[in-house]
Nanobody, 116 residues
Framework: QVQLVESGGGLAQSGGSLKLSCAASGTIRVVVAWGWYRQSPGNERELVARITEDGYKNYAPSAKDRFTISRDIANNTINLQMNDLKPEDTAVYYC??????????WGQGTQVTVSS
């Protein structure tokens, strides 16, 4: 089992920044990739950014050039630096850990609200 706890959400103004963190614990050695997803009311959960164990990163088009995913291996933390925030970034953000072979774990989510 892997436990994920997100933090860092809150209220930001348009053009502002927030940094989300995800603290991971448990059987981390079975995780092959880490991701940040988001879900806004009435919409499906969508991938924002993902980083693999060997450091490969990919981003949703809406996040590219504004968001940066990183992993602090020493502290078992996955971060998402979000810059130039827009009102359409408002959502609940979830941390995800992909398990080797199949399945994944989710955090409880953290709310991000961007005002115009």
């Amino acid at each position: 089992q892997v436990q994920l706890v997100e933090s860092g959400g809150g209220l930001a103004q348009s053009g502002g920044s927030l940094k989300l963190s995800c603290a991971a614990s448990g059987t981390i050695r079975v995780v092959v990739a880490w991701g940040w997803y988001r879900q806004s009311p009435g919409n499906e959960r969508e991938l924002v950014a993902r980083i693999t164990e060997d450091g490969y990163k990919n981003y949703a088009p809406s996040a590219k050039d504004r968001f940066t995913i990183s992993r602090d291996i020493a502290n078992n933390t996955i971060n998402l630096q979000m810059n130039d925030l827009k009102p359409e970034d408002t959502a609940v953000y979830y941390c995800n850990a992909e398990r080797m072979y199949s399945g994944s774990w989710w955090g409880q989510g953290t709310q991000v609200t961007v005002s115009s």
